[in-house]
């Protein structure tokens, strides 16, 4: 069987397309492609993070699944690839990227005898950055403008996956869908649509929010907080602000004053 495993990286996408997956996961299984339940959160889930969190070096602390032996889910996933009418099998969890050479050795060994086709998306490291500072702003944190350029942080992680597999990258862009859905054997136009995850704000946008972030709210207001931070798209779109000193300022305080009480 061949086996593509969608390894990630973050902030590329990944959380679009597993979502897509699990929304067509009947319409992918008429046509022989499995996006297995097994592996996701409580059954529920759309991405297989309990089976990449099995084998990282610790289980991440952030993770509202509970621990599970390596050896009990990937057995778990064997026994569902030895019953499986499939001719193709989709893991996806970005996590998979970060797991150190002994466990991605572990995969090898546990799906040897079928084709495993690793698939990571490639970002460049300027805009992977942004992306993951934008991340973090919009969850309250307060980010420092970087000092120094950016690092290729996901080259010698997937130098490790080379190692022991050959990796098909793909470059990050508008079209990343559709571009790793051609390298799994879809084609996006069969599949139902659904809407992008995790939109990205424009530059003004996250300047503010930042200075939000730095703000010393009560905590029991922080959800309110947050609440409005998902409205400042729409804000900068119906003031057409191009950069931070364009949005008007008194239309904007008046917003903070009716949501949060400082």
């Not at 969190?53 to 026994?79: C, G, Q």
């Not at 900068?236 to 931070?244: G, Y």
Request: hydrophobic fraction near 45%.
């Amino acid at each position: 069987m061949k086996i593509y495993l969608h390894i990630g990286d973050a902030r590329t996408g990944s959380s679009t397309l597993q979502a897509v997956m699990t929304r067509n996961r009947a319409r992918l299984q008429e046509r022989g492609i499995d996006y297995p339940v097994l592996g996701t959160r409580e059954g529920k889930g759309v991405a297989h993070h309990m089976l990449s969190f099995s084998l990282l070096p610790v289980w991440p602390a952030h993770s509202p699944i509970p621990p599970v032996p390596p050896e009990d889910i990937w057995t778990a996933l064997v026994d569902h690839l030895n019953t499986s009418t499939a001719h193709s099998l989709v893991l996806s969890s970005e996590a998979f990227l970060n797991l150190p050479e002994a466990s991605i050795a572990f995969i090898k060994d546990a799906l040897r005898g079928h084709d495993v086709i690793p698939i990571c998306v490639r970002r460049e490291p300027e805009d992977w950055r942004r992306s993951w500072m934008a991340h973090r702003i919009r969850h309250g944190e307060v980010v420092p403008p970087p000092q120094t350029p950016a690092r290729d942080l996901a080259a010698p992680k997937i130098d490790r996956w080379r190692a022991q597999f050959d990796v098909v990258t793909v470059p990050y862009s508008d079209a990343v869908l559709r571009d790793v859905l051609e390298v799994i054997g879809v084609d996006l136009a069969m599949l139902e649509p659904i809407s992008r995850r995790n939109e990205s704000c424009s530059d003004a946008v996250l300047q503010l929010l930042n200075q939000l972030n730095a703000i010393d709210l009560n905590e029991a207001n922080r959800p309110n907080f947050l609440a409005l931070a998902n409205t400042l798209p729409r804000l900068q779109e119906a003031m057409n602000a191009t950069s931070l000193d364009d949005i008007d300022r008194v239309s904007f305080n008046a917003m903070v004053i009716e949501h949060v009480s400082l």
